[in-house]
């Protein structure tokens, strides 16, 4: 079955305890993505991935790492998460940035 | 960078009624996208499309791209519709820009 997973779904944490939200596609996707999701804001795409160790800033990057050696992996990083980082992320992959994106489950994560 | 805007922000029908869902966009795409989130968050993709019109079951997008417009329909509409549908455009090398949602809700 074609699929965005993404681990853990839900997380409580920390002020800066590092942490790693991990994103998988098994369609063999080029483009692959981070957003956070806020009320009244919609989503934000934090950065994207367009092949492998290629990555570039979204609109909203501060704060984030992320990582792509192979091509179905792009894991989020949080080194020191701050309150401000409470929301919950999305993972995306697609063949091109403007192409139908698949979207994994979301996590949720608190940061205390 | 595009600006998308959406409308209506909140809209409950009832069940049956013909839904209609605008979105509006600042600058010239490549494509338009429109997602569904049900409540508990998960994302579905249920069109993209850059001219004329798409339809699957119940639901209808068009898209006039003179006017920088798309418009989400729904017909006879039904509880399971309830969600946030989400418009994103999208312009070659740029990546999605996104609307804030609209949130539905239809009672029986």
């Known amino acids: 079955e074609a699929q965005v997973t993404q681990n853990p779904r839900y997380l409580i944490t920390v002020t800066g305890k590092k942490l790693t939200v991990t994103c998988s596609q098994n369609?063999?996707?080029?483009?692959m993505s981070w957003y956070r999701q806020d009320p009244g804001l919609g989503l934000r795409q934090i950065y994207y991935s367009m092949n492998v160790e290629v990555t570039d800033k979204g609109d909203v990057p501060e704060g984030y790492k992320v990582s792509r050696k192979e091509k179905r992996n792009f894991p989020l990083i949080l080194e020191s998460p701050s309150p401000n980082q409470t929301s919950l992320y999305f993972c995306a992959s697609s063949w091109w940035r403007s192409n139908e994106q698949f979207f994994g489950p979301g996590t949720r994560l608190t940061v205390l | 960078k595009n600006e998308v805007e959406q409308s209506p922000q909140n809209l409950t029908a009832q069940e049956g009624e013909f839904i209609t869902i605008n979105c509006s966009y600042s600058v010239g795409i490549s494509a338009l996208h429109w997602l569904q989130q049900h409540p508990g968050g998960g994302i579905v993709s249920l069109f993209m499309l850059s001219s004329g019109k798409k339809k699957h079951g119940r639901l209808i997008a068009t898209i006039n791209i003179q006017e920088k417009h798309s418009s989400l329909h729904i017909t006879a509409s039904h509880p399971r519709d309830s969600a946030v549908y989400i418009c994103?455009?999208?312009?070659?090398?740029?990546?999605?820009?996104f609307g804030k949602g609209t949130h539905l809700i239809i009672q029986p």
């Open positions: 369609m063999n996707h080029e483009y």
């Open positions: 994103a455009a999208g312009g070659g090398a740029d990546g999605l820009t």
